[in-house]
C-alpha cells in the first residue's frame, strides 16, 4: 500500500508543494466569490466584515447573510461530492465513476421530490435522510442491473446501468413536478442544481455529517490504493475488503446525499475533480482523496462565481455551468478508454 514506491521525483515533488498552492488559490477565490455579485463589494470591506462585523453595516450584513453561507455550502458540497467521486473510482476500478454518472444523484432529488411533494416533509433533517434513502436506493439499484446483465459488474455495465437509472429516476422526477406544481414552487432553482438562496439552517443539519464522512474517507484512502488494484491484491495485503466496501459506501451515499439536500444535483463534479488531480498526484488515494476535497472546494466556489458573473445582472444555476464543464470531459474519457 506504499503509493510512494514507483512514484517520478516529480510527482513526489509537486504533492508535497501543490496543497500550500492550493490552499492559497482557494483562499483568494473565497474573497472573490464573496465579493463579486449583483452589488461589488471591495475586498477591504470583505476582510473587515470577516473580521470586525458591524450589524449596522449595510455591507456586512449582505456578507453575513447572503455570501458568506453560499461560499460555505459550494466549499463543503464541492469538496463532498469530488470525494464521493474519488471514492466510486476507485471502487468500481472505472474511472468513469461519480455520482451523477451512476444514477446516486438522480435517487437522491427523486427521494426528497417524492417526500416534499407527496409526503410533506419539507424540514430540513427529513430533506437529508430522504437523500440519503434515495441515492443508496439507486446505487442498489444500478449494481443489481449490473449484475443481471451478461458481463457483470464491468466499468461499462455499471455506466450504463447508472444512465438508465437516471434516466428513469429523471423521468419520475418530473412527472411529480408537474403532479405537485405548486409544491415545488420554491424548489425549481434547486432541482436546476444551484448555491443561491442557501440559508445556514441546512448546512447546520447536513454539515457536520458531510464533515464526518470526509475524515471517514481519508482515514480509508490508504487502502482504496489497495481495492483500486484489485480485489486479490487487497486480500493479499491484508485489507478486509467486503468491510471496506461497506464503509465507503456509506461515505458515498452520505456525501452525496448532504450535497444534493444543500444544492441539489450538480452533475460531473466528481468526475472531473479526482482526474485533474491524478495529474500531479499520480494513482495513489492517499492523495487522490484530500486533493480532491481541496480542489474540489475551490472548483465549485470558481464555478459559482462564473454561474453568477457571466451574464450579470441575470445568474443561471450553477449545475448548467458544471454539466458544460464535464460533458466534453466525459466524452473524452470515454474515447481514451475505447483507444
Not at 455579485?37 to 470586525?52: C, I, Q, R, S
Not at 471514492?87 to 417526500?115: C, D, H
Not at 472531473?272 to 484530500?290: C, D, E, M, Q, S
Request: with cysteine.
Amino acid at each position: 500500500m506504499n503509493s510512494a514506491a514507483g512514484v517520478s521525483p516529480v510527482i513526489r515533488t509537486s504533492r508535497w508543494l501543490g496543497l500550500p498552492v492550493a490552499l492559497g488559490l482557494i483562499a483568494a477565490i473565497f474573497c472573490l466569490h464573496i465579493a463579486l455579485g449583483a452589488k461589488l463589494l471591495p475586498l477591504n470591506v470583505v476582510f473587515e466584515a470577516l473580521t470586525a462585523r458591524d450589524p449596522s453595516n449595510f455591507n456586512h450584513t449582505i456578507i453575513w447573510d447572503l455570501r458568506l453561507p453560499r461560499a460555505l455550502v459550494g466549499m463543503i458540497v464541492g469538496a463532498s461530492l469530488s470525494v464521493a467521486g474519488a471514492l466510486m473510482q476507485g471502487v468500481t476500478r472505472n474511472p468513469l465513476a461519480e455520482p451523477g454518472i451512476l444514477g446516486l444523484m438522480a435517487g437522491a432529488a427523486f427521494a426528497v421530490v417524492f417526500g416534499i411533494g407527496m409526503l410533506g416533509l419539507v424540514d430540513n433533517t427529513a430533506i437529508p435522510l430522504m437523500a440519503a434513502g434515495g441515492a443508496l436506493g439507486a446505487a442498489c439499484l444500478v449494481y443489481l442491473i449490473a449484475r443481471w446483465v451478461p458481463g457483470g459488474t464491468s466499468p461499462l455495465t455499471l455506466t450504463l446501468a447508472g444512465a438508465v437509472v437516471t434516466a428513469f429516476l429523471g423521468a419520475l422526477t418530473s412527472v411529480a413536478f408537474l403532479l405537485r406544481e405548486n409544491a415545488f414552487d420554491s424548489y425549481r432553482v434547486w432541482l436546476s442544481g444551484s448555491l443561491a438562496g442557501r440559508d445556514l439552517s441546512m448546512l447546520l443539519t447536513a454539515g457536520p455529517v458531510l464533515i464526518v464522512a470526509l475524515l471517514l474517507s481519508f482515514a480509508l484512502a490508504r487502502q482504496i490504493t489497495a481495492l483500486a488494484m484489485g480485489e486479490e491484491v487487497a486480500q493479499a495485503l491484508g485489507v478486509r475488503t467486503g468491510w471496506l466496501k461497506a464503509q465507503l459506501l456509506v461515505c458515498v451515499v452520505a456525501l452525496t446525499a448532504g450535497s444534493v439536500a444543500l444544492a441539489g444535483p450538480l452533475g460531473f463534479v466528481g468526475l472531473v475533480i479526482p482526474h485533474v488531480v491524478r495529474l500531479f498526484t499520480g494513482a495513489g488515494y492517499r492523495w487522490i482523496v484530500p486533493y480532491s476535497a481541496v480542489l474540489g472546494a475551490g472548483y465549485l466556489l470558481a464555478v459559482d462565481v462564473a454561474a453568477r458573473m457571466l451574464f450579470r445582472p441575470a445568474e443561471i444555476s450553477t449545475g448548467i455551468i458544471t454539466a458544460l464543464i464535464g460533458a466534453p470531459i466525459f466524452i473524452y474519457l470515454i474515447h481514451q478508454r475505447a483507444r
